[in-house]
C-alpha cells in the first residue's frame, strides 16, 4: 500500500461545477498536510496547507480526518484556470524527517 | 525576485557520464531538498539539508550525492548516470520557522533529464 494515496483520475468536469478530491495517508504520526497545484511541465506550487479545523480559500475548502486519516480538497465554481494535476502532501518528522507526495489528480475543467 | 533556481533546465546524457544539478535560493532558507518526478508517480526525495554544511538521505538516495557548501546553493551530483535516472528533477526550499516538517516548500523549475 502507498503511503500516501490519491483518487486516480482524471476529472473531467463542465465550468461550475464542484469537485471533491481525497487523498489518504498510513502514518498516523503525520504532523502536516498540504495540497499543491502542478500545471502541465511546471513546477508544483502550494495550493493551501490542511489543518484539523479545516480550512478555505475563496473557492477552495479543505478537510483533514486524522481519525480516519484522509484529508479533502473541494472546489467549487470551476473554472478552466483551475484545470491542472493536484497533489496532495503528508509531512511527518517522527523518526526523520518524511515528506511524501501523491501521484496527483488530474482535472480538466471544459468550458 | 527569482525563488529557487535551477540549472541547467535540459540535459541528455550517455550512460555511465557524470553531471551537477545546481539549485540556487534567494529566500535565504534553511532547508533545502532535491526531488525526482516519474510518470504516474508523486516526487520522491533524494536528499535533502536542513542547513549549510549537512545533508541527509531522503526515500530515493542511490546513485545521486549532494553538497551544501553554501546557504544558498544545493548540488545533486550523478557519479555514473543509469537510464534508469532520466527523470524530471525538481527542488525546493522552505524556512526554518515552525520545523522542516510543517513549511511550506517552494519550487523550482525543475531539469529534464535523459539518460540514453
Known amino acids: 500500500r502507498k503511503e500516501v494515496e490519491q483518487d486516480p483520475g482524471p476529472f473531467n468536469v463542465p465550468e461550475g461545477a464542484t469537485v471533491a478530491f481525497n487523498c489518504t495517508y498510513s502514518?498516523?504520526?503525520?504532523?502536516?498536510f498540504f495540497w499543491y497545484r502542478q500545471d502541465c511541465r511546471k513546477e508544483p506550487k502550494l495550493l493551501m496547507s490542511?489543518?484539523?479545523s479545516g480550512n478555505e480559500d475563496g473557492r477552495f475548502t479543505a478537510q483533514l480526518n486524522r481519525a480516519s486519516q484522509y484529508i479533502s480538497l473541494l472546489i467549487r465554481d470551476s473554472k478552466l484556470s483551475d484545470s491542472a494535476t493536484y497533489l496532495c502532501?503528508?509531512?511527518?518528522?517522527?523518526?526523520?524527517?518524511?515528506?511524501?507526495f501523491g501521484a496527483g489528480t488530474r482535472l480538466f475543467v471544459k468550458a | 525576485n527569482a525563488g529557487v533556481t535551477q540549472t541547467p533546465k535540459f540535459r541528455v546524457l550517455k550512460t555511465g557520464q557524470s553531471m551537477t544539478l545546481l539549485c540556487a535560493q534567494d529566500?535565504?532558507?534553511?532547508?533545502m531538498y532535491w526531488y525526482r518526478q516519474d510518470p504516474g508517480m508523486g516526487l520522491r526525495l533524494i536528499h535533502y539539508?536542513?542547513?549549510?554544511?549537512?545533508?541527509a538521505k531522503g526515500e530515493v538516495p542511490d546513485g545521486y550525492n549532494v553538497s551544501r557548501l553554501k546557504k544558498q546553493n544545493f548540488l545533486l551530483g550523478l557519479e555514473s548516470a543509469a537510464p534508469s535516472q532520466t527523470s524530471v528533477y525538481f527542488c525546493?526550499?522552505?524556512?526554518?520557522?515552525?520545523?522542516?516538517?510543517?513549511?511550506?516548500?517552494?519550487f523550482g523549475a525543475g531539469t529534464r533529464l535523459s539518460v540514453l
Open positions: 490542511v489543518y484539523s
Open positions: 502514518n498516523s504520526a503525520s504532523q502536516s
Open positions: 529566500m535565504n532558507h534553511e532547508y
Open positions: 525546493a526550499s522552505s524556512s526554518l520557522g515552525g520545523g522542516i516538517a510543517k513549511n511550506i516548500q517552494y
Open positions: 502532501v503528508v509531512n511527518s518528522n517522527t523518526g526523520g524527517f518524511k515528506t511524501i
Open positions: 539539508s536542513v542547513g549549510e554544511g549537512t545533508t
